[in-house]
């Protein structure tokens, strides 16, 4: 079996995923901490908002990023005629996908991890005069690492594995956007068992090794 066509999803799917993950933690670790310590009408509604990426469709997601996007567009409009970007039919666009399917993962445990930490710790600071910036800093971010590690590592897992949302929104442009959840796809589509199923090896190996270490992390320390 010739392994050389399995290179390019393989690296781009890498990079993808990698990028995925930072968007997903800048964006989520904040989110988490804001929508759980804050108290505000419509919370509810918030949190629901932020994990709601996770039981939608994948082509659902990609038909708002598309809405949203697209040429016609309000952000791909603006995005076109400010800096002469547009996201459609690029690797950009697959990361843009990625990150949205993956801010879910690192939205719930790392939410889950700063409940967990103690707060009589933070009544504490607070009372010695602590801004809410080191609260979150100096005491929440360092309790709570070992949970957003494991979001972001289920992050990464997810964004690897992502197939509609990038599908609507990048295409399947082998060399340009095909991940390896595309290829897999491309090769079944064209009846190359070995290739398919090596890729599909490749995809399983890493979803299963990051599922066993974010175990280990989240599993309460004695």
């Known amino acids: 079996m010739n392994l050389a066509p399995a290179i390019p999803p ?14 997903a933690l800048i964006l989520g670790v904040p989110s988490a901490y804001l929508v759980g310590r804050a108290r505000f009408p419509g919370k509810s509604v918030v949190d629901a908002l932020g994990t709601l990426p996770m039981v ?3 082509t659902v997601l990609g038909y708002y990023l598309l ?8 952000l791909g409009q603006w995005l076109n005629q400010a800096f002469g ?4 039919f690029t690797w950009q666009g697959a990361a843009l996908a990625s990150t949205v399917v993956a801010f879910p993962m690192v939205f719930t445990t790392a939410r889950a991890a700063f409940d967990a930490v ?13 801004p809410s910036f080191s609260l979150f800093a100096r005491i929440c971010l360092p309790l709570a690492w070992r949970g957003i590690l494991a979001g972001a590592m289920l992050a990464f897992a997810r964004a690897m594995g992502e197939f509609g949302a990038t599908l609507m ?3 399947n442009l082998p060399g340009k956007t095909q991940t390896l959840s595309l290829a897999v ?35 309460p320390r004695p």
Do not use: H
Request: avoid cysteine; charge should be positive.
């Open 118 to 130: 103690d707060q009589n710790l933070v009544n504490a600071a607070r009372t010695l005069g602590a």
């Open 169 to 171: 929104i990048a295409g």
């Open 67 to 74: 809405v949203l996007f697209g040429r016609n567009g309000m």
């Open 10 to 23: 393989l690296l781009l799917t890498l990079k993808v995923a990698i990028l995925a993950t930072l968007g």
């Open 85 to 88: 970007v547009s996201l459609l």
């Open 56 to 58: 939608l469709p994948p």
């Open 185 to 219: 796809y491309s090769a079944v589509m064209a009846g190359q068992d070995d290739q398919a199923a090596f890729l599909t090896g490749v995809v399983t190996l890493a979803g299963l090794s990051v599922l066993v270490a974010s175990g280990r992390l989240l599993r």
